[in-house]
Structures are given as C-alpha cells and as structure tokens.
C-alpha cells in the first residue's frame, strides 16, 4: 500500500459545516420540529405532542443547569416506565450530564451503593418507590445525598413525597426554550446503567452518544421500522436505557405509550386502546400474555403485532405459541454492556416454508451481528474462533460502536472486559454452519456431570414443551458422584398436575438420557425485575435440597 | 456548566472493542456473511449472489493492490449503471483508494481534465465509450495516464478494447478472499466527485467513509425501507453516488437490478420482469414514464412502486400523474456536497386527507433535514434565517455529517463553500410557516424584471399544468426597459399543439401578470446526463433572440 505523503490532497479538515458529534438528541430537535402536533407520550390521560415533549424536556435541562448540573455529573431516576423517566433521557443529556436509571425493583442498600459510586447530584424518584428510596437516601452520608425532585405520578398507587419538589414544578421553574447544544465529543457519556450484580458490587457500565445514535438507528434497521410506531413500554426504561428505544421511536416520531406495571391487564387494555405496534419484553411478557385467561386475549382482527424478546433464549414453544396469538418475534441478543439489542436471529424468507416447531428451533438462536455492531465471535480460550459446527462451544465475543465504553471507576473489570481487542460476555455458545450464534449458557451456569458439559437452556427447552409446564429453570446441583446434576424448577399452569417423574421421564425421551433432570423442585421461580430468573438463588437451593 | 477535572471518571479510551471507524464497506461484510444466498446484483443474464458479489469485490480490491494501488490513491470508472460501476463502490475502497465515479456523457477535454485533476491511477472504462475515453488519455501527458482496464459489458451496442485487459480478466487475477480492512480513520476519503461544471472547471467533491455511512442509513430512515428492496438504478451512479444506493440497499441485503440506459421501455421491462420496488430519478424520468405509450403503461396490479425524486423541483402536475399510475413519491433536495439527498419533503398523514392539487404542491417543496443531517437554513446575505413566511426568498445552507469533507485541491472554493460553519448551496428557497424549505431557484436563474424576484420556478410550476406542455424551462432575457424578463423554452406533447399566445394566456390566468413569460419558444431542452435542463444553453439563445 502506497504511503501517505504529509500534503495528502484528501486530508481536508473538519469543520463546524461538515462534522457534527453523533447524538440522539438530535432526533429529538428534528421531530419536534417536522412533527410537531404528532402524538409523542401517552400515559393514562397525560397525552403530549412532539412539541409539548421537546419543551418538557428543555425545561428540565434549564432546571437541572439552574442547579448547577452539567457536563460529566450525574443525575438519577427511580420509576418505572412514566413520561419522567422518558424525558430524562433527553433532559439530562441536554445539559451535557450522564442519566444514570435505577432498577427500582432494588433493595435499598442497592441503591444507596450505586447514588455513592455514581455520585449522583440529583435524583427523580417515583412516589412508589419512597420507602426504598427513603432509606437508602439515609444510608448515605449528609454530605453525599443527591438533590430529591419526587415524580408524584397520578397513576401510582402509593408512597410519600420526599423531595423538597415535585417534579412537575420543577419543570415548571425550567425554560421551555432553553438552548441546550450538542456534547462536544460524541464519544462523551450519555448515560449509566449498572450491571445487575448478583453476585459482586453491580458495575456501571458508561454509554455515550455515538453509542447511542447508532444503536437506536441499529433497531431501525433490524426490525424494519418505518415512520410513526407506537410503542408499547413493556421493557423497563432502566434496563440498558430500554435497549436505546426512548431514542428509536423518537427519531421514527412514534408515540411512547407508558406503562407502570409489566401485568396482562394493562399490557392487553394498551394493545387494544392505543392501536400499538411494537413492544419489546423477555420471555416472561410472552408468557404472561399465552397464559392470560382465553377471553382477555388480544384479537387484533388480522393486525399482527411486533414484539422484540431478549434477556434469555426464548424457548421454542414459547415462540410458535405468541406467533399463533398474532405477534411477530423477533429475536435479539446482548448484555447491558452492548447498548441492549447487539445481535439480531435476522430471518430467511425461506425459513417461512418449513415446520413452525422447526422455524421456533431457528429463531431461539441468538443470530447475527446488528449492522451496527461490527462483530460477534463465539471463542475459545485462546480468543480464536471455533468451528461453525454447532457444537463446539465457546465465549461470545463482540466488538463495534455500540460496545461500552468501560465500567466507571473500574479499571481492572474494564481491562478484563475488553482483553484482546474483544468485549468478554462471559455468555457460553456455539456457531451454527451458517454463523448464527447460540446461547448455551452462562459461563457460571454450565453444569459439569461427568466431566460431560450440559446446557441448562437446551433442558428447559425441553421442559416448555411440556404441556404442564408453565416455567423452568434449571441449574447445577452438587453431586458426590457425577460431581454435578441437573436440577429443574418448575412452575405448572393453573389446574395443571405432572409428577416429578413424568416430567423426568419425559425429558429422556426427548434429549439425551444424561442430560435429563435428575431432580425436580415444584413452586414460583424467583425473579429479577426484568424477568429474568435468579439462578443464583435456585443454586442455593438446589445446594441444600 | 461545571468544569470536568483533569481525572474525569467518565473519560475512558477507545480501544479495539468499542471504536470501529464507521464505513459502508461494514454493510457488504455483513450482508455477505448473513445473506450469501441472496441475489445482489441483476445485469440482464449476469447475475450473483451477495456471497458472490462478496468475492468479486474482493478480488477488485486485490488486483488493485497487486497494481500498487492503496490509501489515498484514486481509482476512476467511465461507466453507466453496470455491475463493474457498482462493485467499484466496496472493491476500491476496500484496497483505502478513492473512488472517481466518472460522468459518462462528459465530452473528452473534461474527462481529460478531470483524470489529470484527480490523478487517477487506474481507470474502469466500459466499452461504449472507449471513443471518448481514448480521446481524452491521448490528451494527457504520458507520464500521467492510468492503467486501463475495458468493461468488456455483454450489453454494451458498441465500441472497441483500448486497454491493457478487460474486467473479468483483472478480477479474475485476484484473490477472492482478499483480507481487506477498514480505514484507519472514518475521516478518510471515499470517493471523489466531480460537479458539472457549467461555468467553470469542475470541483471534485470529496465524501468520506462516515459520511457515506450516514447517509446510507439516511436513506433507510426518510423512505421507510426495510429489507430486501429490489432497486432500479435509473438514477448514474456517477451521480453523487448514486446517493448513496450502492451502500444503502448492500445495506439491506436487497438486489440491485442495473440498467445501461434510461428509456421507458428498459425500465418499465425491469418493473414488470425483476419485481423491482424502489427507484430513484429526477423529474425527468417521471415525464418519461408519464408519456409512455398507454399500452406500454406499467400494471402493477395495486402493487405501488416508490419512487424518489430530486434534481429539480417536481412540477405538481407531475407528481400528481405518477402517483395515479401507481408510484409513491418521495421528494429529495441535495447536492453533490452533500452526498446527494440531504433533505426529504417529509410526509404528514392528515396530508393525505387534501385535494390531489394540494398535496403534490406541499410535496413539490424541498422539506426538512435529513436525519443524518443536522441543520438546514435558509439565510439572509448576513447568515441570518429569514422568517418562516413562504415569502423572503435567502440562500439555502445546510449543515451536518452528510456535508462534504471539501474540494480536492481547491482551498478558496472550500473555504468560500464552508464560509460562517455553513455550507452554502447557492440555492435560493424560502422557508414555510412549517419549516419546510421550497427553493425558488439557482441564485444565478432568478429573474429580476422592473425590481422584482422572478422565480423561474414557480413559472415552470405553472406551465407543466398546461394540458399541451411535456417539458418547461425559464430564464431571464435581457430586456431594455425591465431589465430582464421570463423567457420560457417549451416541448409540446407529441401531436398535442399550441400557439405562444395561449401559453401566455393561460401564465397569466394562473399567476401574477408580471410574472407570466413575455416570450415562449418551442422545442426540445437542452439537458445534462442526469436530465437536468442546461439553462446556461437557454439563457444564451435567450439573449440571441
């Protein structure tokens, strides 16, 4: 390749005409001004335009600049998915500030540690969540304590005002035309969002605008959206900033239809209500809405509905049934440190052909690269890419433009993040002949039985297909023999009855004999906030069965 | 704002796994990986898949190493709508050269100039215009002729071998799984295009890889595409690069169906036989479709076809006509400094609600950013807006990623484009009580007759709505007592008739009287490659007459 002379002719520079940082808040100055009067916020009877959510998120950018927030500080919020919490992810950044959403489902020594390493100067908090908040505002030293603004939600059923204002006012006291501007390096940070911490100090992992941008337009791209969506918040906002949508749908001038509990009621009254057309969930949503009562299930008369799942690999059953009910899945794979979404089960028309139970086997696979990411790499230990047999299982490795950029005021968990040029997701998998990846476990889930590695998705993809079994999970169980067994938890559907042993039985007729349960515990399945089932409690209970 | 200190938490480095430069050159990696079996590329019985195209673009890149050739060098293709032109757009920047996509209707001294100005190492030049292209090597010093390579097309009528192999030779010593990689900087040239230069040599515009990127998905955003478009390159891909096509719909794992010559039986053929979805092309691709044979009409059987336009403002009346014939148009503005399409005409529901008159008038306008696009003004001599009263005519400015990196080797002419951190189009529009941008013409076409602004646009509007009218163009006259008045050179539709004096009439009885044509000539238009009428031919014979 030929050298680069120092007076490349090509080597014009940039200018304030030609180079603008990347940010999505640019999608939001743009569609407040094309579209105006277009419906942006529902919530109950709280509705706002495009330009009634622009001004709103303006007054609180002046609001937060009057209290001396600005560029690097960070600002917190604890609510579910209500207009504030929306706002806040174009309010806060506005003023060149990092949002930092809180999983309000955390207790609160939780909270207290991430308001102290995050060092959070202002805090939105949801009426519901007082208590909590509450307390762990105490827990932290005076000097420490964020500035309180209290969102006192009409629709929020409970809980005390603790802040020295409502969040109304202080809106209110901000100016709607406040001239906020673009960060001055698109790689400066948007947003925060700690890591669940299950079992070590939650991280928090840094977002910035660049980031942001593009992944919002990466699920443009994978899901095929076109202008004016209306978008359900079934996925909380505070779960890697509701895998960057508050800013896709703003870009597409959609309309963000709110929603303060993930329950079948209010999921289905929206669907009916509110004509909408995307909504995004794991597993858990799709169950809660099969399983809903015959007579509250959506009838879209032929309207099918678009749901993105993801957080954990939806079993096949799961999948044809939802497509029966009228939703289209799509499939979708990352980790909080990856933006949300960063792989896509990306479909073949000629998939459209074969079996459904064959089409859900296919798209339960965790797929492709987003076209924003620029790779993902099942490895071995050496980094290297394993075979694409389908079998060989190795770690997901990504790389691109929606990876974080680090874990803040965590350099060794950051370098050993990103060794070797890669983001570790610590997720175990294979690739497929056609290069489509597939989960097999979390590192720290595999089950070692005999020296042989068994998969905990692949036994709990049998157990769905159980017609008793409403939920699995199934984790390691200590065995002085095999050194490890599985162990499934199982919840059955209402009025539905199966023995232990005809579950097991079941399950060694269709996969092999040494990868069936050997034990199996009936009874709820304890849960994240997200959905996710919390393996880490069923292993302590499987230690001490 | 506070002041971020010196250990700012937030500020963590780029590294491998969370910064890749942004490049178009992503889109093909990834299509090919995850659609190899799709159709890419249609030339009549040429046709390969995306894990072809792949490969064949790959071998460009290495044959092209193997002549010497890298970063920062250029490569030109003298080419219509062919395969070769459209792998050009991966295979050279792949090697970190600069893609020349020439015009091929230019005339031997400007290629001549243009190949000299760029110094283009290596030239594609596809048979049919092996004469001119000989003509205008032979006018270049020896030393500074490029390697020529002849596109030896299957479909091309006419024309003999001038250089040195053909194309299918040259890939064919390369190597299909050449390990190209990214450029080291996004910031890094791409491709170099020339504007057409009716007044003075021609300017080589420079896009880079980050801007090409952008725009791409710009497409995707303001024409709601999802995946798998099947296009139809009516519009050269010599022009602005295509607007970005090669990349957007590579992007979206569609087929690009290429096409030598625009003429309504080609294209109305591809319509009918490859399924083809979205097109783009300037007004005058519209008239021609419009005035096709009835019989040769296309029947989509309610199946609409999209269709972008831009390059001039669409007369109502043509909007109107396509859209009854089973088109949806979507109207663009740009230039070759902004990568083409830079605004977009965007759409309103309620709009559809109007009289068919009303709504191709509102689409007529020039609209609103991009997204991609950060800001569009139209400004006063001093760089100020002028009012949003569809009135106070001012200079068209646009700002943002999709703005050109500069002029090759032209520093006055940049620094003159980027004067105030605004690119200035020399377009004269005015703003809308909407916002939306409607140019009123090229600051150098505006009439100025007894002290009034003259829009020889809103003249050309006008006349396109007279029944007899195929084809309209206005310009100024020299006039002793006005100064100057609108002269207008018209193409009645084939047997249709009509006297001066009845077009006259009917300007006057649809506009302003001192805005109506004071002389009317008939005949055919004078008009450039891309079907842009020469007004510098018109207002020449204008002053003659």
């Given at each position: 390749m030929s050298e680069r002379s120092a007076a490349d002719p090509f080597d014009l520079p940039r200018n304030a005409a030609n180079h603008v940082p990347l940010s999505p808040l640019s999608f939001l100055a743009r569609t407040a001004a094309v579209y105006p009067e277009r419906l942006a916020v529902v919530h109950g009877a709280h509705r706002t335009t495009w330009r009634e959510t622009d001004a709103r998120c303006r007054r609180m950018a002046s609001a937060l600049a009057q209290r001396g927030i600005g560029r690097g500080d960070v600002v917190a919020v604890m609510a579910p998915n209500v207009p504030a919490a929306f706002e806040a992810h174009f309010g806060v950044p506005m003023t060149g500030a990092v949002l930092n959403a809180l999983n309000c489902r955390l207790d609160a020594a939780m909270i207290a540690f991430i308001l102290g390493h995050s060092g959070a100067k202002l805090l939105f908090t949801d009426r519901e969540f007082a208590a909590v908040t509450g307390r762990a505002l105490d827990m932290l030293p005076p000097g420490e304590r964020p500035v309180v603004i209290d969102i006192d939600d009409a629709l929020a059923s409970e809980g005390r005002l603790l802040g020295e204002t409502d969040y109304e006012t202080?809106?209110?006291?901000?100016?709607?035309?406040?001239?906020?501007?673009?960060?001055?390096?698109?790689?400066?940070?948007?947003?925060?969002?700690?890591?669940?911490?299950?079992?070590?100090?939650?991280?928090?992992?840094?977002?910035?605008?660049?980031?942001?941008?593009?992944?919002?337009?990466?699920?443009?791209?994978?899901?095929?959206?076109?202008?004016?969506?209306?978008?359900?918040?079934?996925?909380?906002?505070?779960?890697?900033?509701?895998?960057?949508?508050?800013?896709?749908?703003?870009?597409?001038?959609?309309?963000?239809?709110?929603?303060?509990?993930?329950?079948?009621?209010?999921?289905?009254?929206?669907?009916?209500?509110?004509?909408?057309?995307?909504?995004?969930?794991?597993?858990?949503?799709?169950?809660?809405?099969?399983?809903?009562?015959?007579?509250?299930?959506?009838d879209f008369g032929g309207r099918r509905i678009r749901m993105m799942t993801a957080g954990a690999p939806p079993p096949a059953a799961v999948i044809e049934g939802m497509e029966g009910l009228g939703f289209d899945i799509t499939h979708v794979y990352g980790l909080t440190e990856t933006y949300g979404p960063a792989t896509v089960c990306a479909w073949h028309d000629a998939w459209n052909a074969l079996p459904a139970t064959e089409r859900a086997r296919l798209k339960a696979r965790q797929g492709v690269a987003y076209p924003v990411l620029e790779g993902v790499m099942v490895a071995d230990?050496?980094?290297?890419?394993?075979?694409?047999?389908?079998?060989?299982?190795?770690?997901?490795?990504?790389?691109?433009?929606?990876?974080?950029?680090?874990?803040?005021?965590?350099?060794?968990?950051?370098?050993?993040?990103?060794?070797?040029?890669?983001?570790?997701?610590?997720?175990?998998?294979?690739?497929?002949?056609?290069?489509?990846?597939?989960?097999?476990?979390?590192?720290?889930?595999?089950?070692?039985?005999?020296?042989?590695?068994?998969?905990?998705?692949e036994i709990e993809g049998v157990l769905y297909r159980h017609p008793a079994v409403l939920e699995a999970a199934v984790v390691a169980r200590p065995d002085a023999k095999w050194g490890e067994t599985p162990c499934a938890f199982v919840t059955l559907k209402p009025a539905a009855e199966a023995t232990a042993e005809a579950i097991i039985a079941f399950c060694r007729d269709n996969m092999a004999h040494y990868k069936a349960p050997r034990t199996v515990v009936f009874g709820p399945l304890p849960k994240t906030s997200t959905g996710k089932v919390q393996k880490f409690v069923l292993r302590e209970r499987a230690r001490t069965l």
């Open positions: 202080f809106l209110a006291g901000g100016d709607p035309g406040y001239a906020w501007t673009l960060p001055p390096d698109e790689w400066d940070a948007i947003t925060l969002n700690y890591t669940s911490g299950t079992t070590s100090d939650p991280k928090g992992v840094v977002y910035h605008h660049r980031g942001a941008y593009l992944n919002a337009l990466g699920n443009v791209l994978v899901w095929g959206m076109t202008q004016h969506p209306v978008y359900l918040w079934t996925l909380p906002m505070f779960h890697c900033n509701g895998w960057c949508f508050p800013w896709t749908i703003t870009a597409l001038a959609g309309t963000h239809v709110c929603l303060r509990r993930v329950e079948a009621e209010g999921i289905l009254a929206a669907m009916a209500g509110q004509g909408v057309t995307h909504l995004c969930g794991a597993p858990i949503v799709m169950n809660m809405l099969l399983n809903a009562p015959v007579g509250t299930r959506p230990a050496q980094g290297a890419p394993v075979p694409d047999d389908g079998a060989t299982m190795g770690e997901v490795l990504l790389r691109g433009n929606i990876v974080m950029k680090g874990y803040l005021k965590n350099p060794r968990a950051t370098a050993e993040a990103f060794a070797g040029g890669w983001f570790h997701s610590g997720d175990l998998g294979v690739s497929h002949a056609d290069g489509y990846v597939e989960l097999k476990d979390r590192a720290k889930d595999i089950i070692i039985s005999g020296g042989e590695n068994i998969s905990t998705i």
